[in-house]
């Protein structure tokens, strides 16, 4: 790979080129340092990649696709700014999967997050008062009271975590085929989520019209759950 760069007056600019057996790709980025946040703008381009070889994922998956980032902040909990991802396919078995484009967006004003993604088949959504190194905490003291065979319990998050999530699904067939084949369905399903650990609230519905696993189909599921720290209620039909 080759690396040019040059830093003046706390403002740097920079290539990469990687020519691999398992990666070609191009980046050009430009960050500036005579902020708060350092501010970037980066554009990338990946020619070809092989997941697996690089070690992302355990299945076989290649990837090409392109993207620019016009971003500020220095970690996942002060992100401000968008990226958009063009072109993008994957690759599986030979088998292409294309996603044509996919926005995502994030703003905070201190501790309130709000962030989106946003594609042809799928809309996502996530805000609300919490940190990123903390979640993993966080849904951990719910279900490891919930399923504690499954989840071993670890220390609590340090601090209240708020959070809300929604998503919103359309066509997912090809989206499915990629990670689990014996998994389809979920089109123009709709899910929604709410954490609240000062109040010790978690909340879930559901409205899926149809899934399929394995043999197995279910049509117009519906599923509601409300709990605490300690205890789940589940509505289903």
Known sequence: FTIKGKLKKNLLESSLDID???????????????????KSLISTKVY??????????????EF???AIMDMSGSNLDNLNGDILFNDI???KEGQPYGFDSL???????GEFRNM??????LDAKLKGKFTFAELPATFNQYFSSYYPLYFKKIAAPKTDQQLEFHLDLRNT??????????LSGFNYSKIDGRIDTRNRLFEL??????????????YDFTIKAKGDVDSLRIYSK
Not at 205 to 218: Q, R
């Open 20 to 38: 691999d057996d398992n990666l070609i790709a191009a980046l050009d980025a430009k960050i500036d340092f005579n902020h708060k946040e350092p």
């Open 48 to 61: 070809a990649s092989d997941l697996k070889a690089i070690k992302l994922t355990n299945q076989p998956l």
């Open 64 to 66: 090409t696709g392109s």
């Open 89 to 91: 396919t994957v690759f």
């Open 103 to 109: 926005y995502f967006k994030s703003s905070n004003d």
């Open 116 to 121: 989106t993604l946003s594609a042809r088949d």
């Open 173 to 182: 067939g090809r989206l499915l085929n990629i990670f689990n084949q014996k």
């Open 205 to 218: 519905e559901a409205e899926i019209p149809k899934f399929t696993y394995n043999k197995l189909t279910a």
